[in-house]
């Protein structure tokens, strides 16, 4: 059996997605959850939170308060590094852009706060068999099981 020549398939992922605010942070997000890494905390360090969509990317990406996180943190930064950072006063001096880092650090605490289901998601994302997918299932927001189909 052959595969039918009229099919089109396509494989790929197109960063217009990511042009909404919402869809780049979830994205950010979820990255940082699953599995961090310094390019992630960077590029979530370096925007500003945005109630509109509009206006998120921080000027000159917070470089200095970032830079001086990154010289505190011994070139490491982890989640254990974004609470102390969030443990401090909103207002101390970090830079330019401080203020912004902290907020974004503060952002993080409170969405991974709001995801109850993350350690069942992240063993389900990293042991799960290659020929299956996982689901969450629809029955609530915030689901109290995961399965796995074929």
């Given at each position: 059996?052959?595969?039918?020549?009229?099919?089109?398939?396509?494989?790929?992922?197109?960063?217009?997605?990511?042009?909404?605010?919402?869809?780049?942070?979830?994205?950010?997000?979820?990255?940082?959850?699953?599995?961090p890494d310094p390019p992630t905390w960077r590029a979530w360090l370096?925007?500003?939170?945005?109630?509109?969509?509009?206006?998120?990317?921080?000027?000159?990406?917070?470089?200095?308060?970032?830079?001086?996180?990154?010289?505190?943190?011994?070139?490491?930064?982890?989640?254990?590094?974004?609470?102390a950072l969030a443990a401090e006063p909103r207002a101390k001096s970090r830079?330019?852009?401080?203020?912004?880092?902290?907020?974004?650090?503060?952002?993080?605490?409170?969405?991974?706060?709001?995801?109850?289901?993350?350690?069942?998601?992240?063993?389900?994302?990293?042991?799960?068999?290659?020929?299956?997918?996982?689901?969450?299932?629809?029955?609530?927001?915030?689901?109290?099981?995961?399965?796995?189909?074929?």
């Amino acid at each position: 059996m052959g595969l039918d020549p009229g099919l089109r398939v396509e494989l790929g992922f197109s960063e217009g997605l990511l042009d909404s605010w919402a869809a780049r942070e979830a994205f950010l997000l979820f990255g940082l959850l699953i599995e961090p890494d310094p390019p992630t905390w960077r590029a979530w360090l370096g925007y500003q939170n945005s109630a509109t969509g509009r206006d998120f990317s921080a000027p000159k990406r917070s470089a200095a308060a970032y830079l001086r996180l990154l010289k505190d943190s011994n070139d490491a930064i982890t989640d254990t590094v974004v609470e102390a950072l969030a443990a401090e006063p909103r207002a101390k001096s970090r830079g330019a852009g401080g203020i912004a880092i902290w907020d974004r650090a503060a952002r993080f605490l409170a969405l991974r706060e709001n995801l109850a289901y993350l350690p069942r998601l992240r063993s389900v994302a990293f042991s799960r068999p290659a020929n299956r997918t996982a689901t969450v299932q629809p029955e609530s927001r915030f689901p109290s099981k995961l399965s796995t189909v074929t």
